[in-house]
């Protein structure tokens, strides 16, 4: 079993930059991909970066490429997600979830999701 809690999340300046936490506690977190989500009022849920287990692949959705970086501390049994160039479309509840693939990932667990705004 895996828990996972997100933090970071707050009220930001259009340009600006936010870093978001994913801790997680249980056993055998660092054999996870971690993949990030976010979903808007009245969206779907979209996926927007992976990492893999030891970080050595990621995965970024075309509408944060270059903006968004996803790493990870195992030794810390946490991942983030470093957002810069913030858009005031990146608003949105942003999820963290562990998979045992990252490619083609079943995500078993999530968090409870930290809100993102941007302010133009």
């Known amino acids: 079993q895996v828990q996972l809690v997100e933090s970071g999340g707050g009220l930001v300046q259009a340009g600006g930059s936010l870093r978001l936490s994913c801790a997680a506690s249980?056993?055998?977190?660092?054999?996870?991909?971690v993949g990030w989500f976010r979903q808007a009022p009245g969206k779907e849920r979209e996926s927007v970066a992976r990492i893999s287990w030891n970080g050595d692949s990621t995965y970024y959705a075309d509408s944060v490429k270059g903006r968004y970086t996803a790493s990870r501390d195992n030794t810390k049994n946490t991942a983030y997600l470093h957002m810069s160039s913030l858009k005031p479309e990146d608003t949105a509840v942003y999820y963290c979830a562990a998979a045992r693939l990252f490619t083609r990932p079943t995500y078993d667990y999530w968090g409870q999701g930290t809100q993102v705004t941007v302010s133009a």
């Open positions: 249980g056993h055998s977190f660092s054999s996870y991909a």
